[in-house]
């Protein structure tokens, strides 16, 4: 049965990018930053594509941010997406519960069947946007899956819990936030990269709530002691009544 699947992506920094504290202390300096699809949702838009593929259907990115996160998009239907959802706002807001917000009033009104998420971004780390998105819309959801299927209107996934599995099956419609190691997401042909420059993207004006949570402070992590060379001298055991005695600086 063909499926109709919103993914919603993040544009976050490239994970090998140098950030800098910008000079209001409270965001990074972007210049200079390359942006990416955040990994787990990167899965996400791999786990759409798939279930295209088994069963038919339509695929619509939408990502929430300022002008640059067009990019990101296209990067999406370059890998097989058929269209885009350009919520603007201007600039990202920090608070998830204004992101989801925003992510409800647009998808509500569109009919999808399955909303996609990765289980966080790897900016914040928050994990919060697919449930707040399931409690907004009244659908069931499912964080952290590693396996993902649909079969007729039900979906089954599967979750780590507590060194086990657990399986979890509901009816759609239904949010899944899934881990990358769900899978490897595919990387865009050549000719998914022309045809993406004439997919449609749909722009709109976020409708963002006011924000109760914002971000006070950023700063650097401490710096790193240097590291100390021991030398076992006249036996490990006199090294370790050293360690014990504190003697030795451990916190290195």
Not at 96 to 105: D, E, F, H, Q
Not at 180 to 188: K, V
Not at 197 to 226: S, T
Request: net charge neutral; with cysteine.
């Amino acid at each position: 049965m063909p499926v109709k699947i919103a993914i919603c992506i993040k544009q976050t920094p490239d994970t090998e990018a140098r950030i800098r504290i910008a000079a209001d202390g409270q965001s990074i300096e972007e210049e200079g930053v390359s942006w990416i699809i955040s990994p787990h949702d990167e899965a996400a838009v791999e786990q759409a594509l798939q279930l295209k593929e088994a069963h038919g259907g339509h695929v619509t990115v939408v990502a929430l941010g300022p002008r640059r996160v067009e990019r990101s998009i296209r990067e999406a239907l370059a890998m097989g997406s058929d269209a885009g959802l350009h919520l603007v706002c201007e600039p990202m807001p920090a608070d998830a519960s204004v992101i989801a917000g925003a992510l409800t009033k647009a998808l509500r009104p569109r009919g999808f069947d399955l909303i996609l998420t990765g289980e966080q971004a790897i900016d914040l780390a928050g994990s919060q946007v697919p449930q707040r998105l399931s409690i907004a819309l009244g659908w069931p959801c499912v964080v952290a899956a590693e396996t993902l299927s649909i079969k007729g209107r039900m979906v089954q996934a599967r979750r780590p819990a507590e060194q086990k599995e657990a399986l979890v099956r509901f009816a759609l419609p239904g949010v899944v936030g899934v881990n990358r190691r769900i899978g490897e997401p595919r990387y865009p042909s050549f000719k998914g990269i022309m045809r993406a420059k004439r997919k449609a993207v749909e722009v709109d004006v976020a409708q963002l709530a006011e924000g109760r949570m914002i971000i006070e402070r950023l700063h650097y992590p401490p710096a790193k002691a240097e590291g100390q060379v021991q030398s076992f001298g006249s036996g490990i055991e006199d090294t370790v009544a050293r360690l014990l005695a504190g003697h030795i600086d451990t916190q290195v």
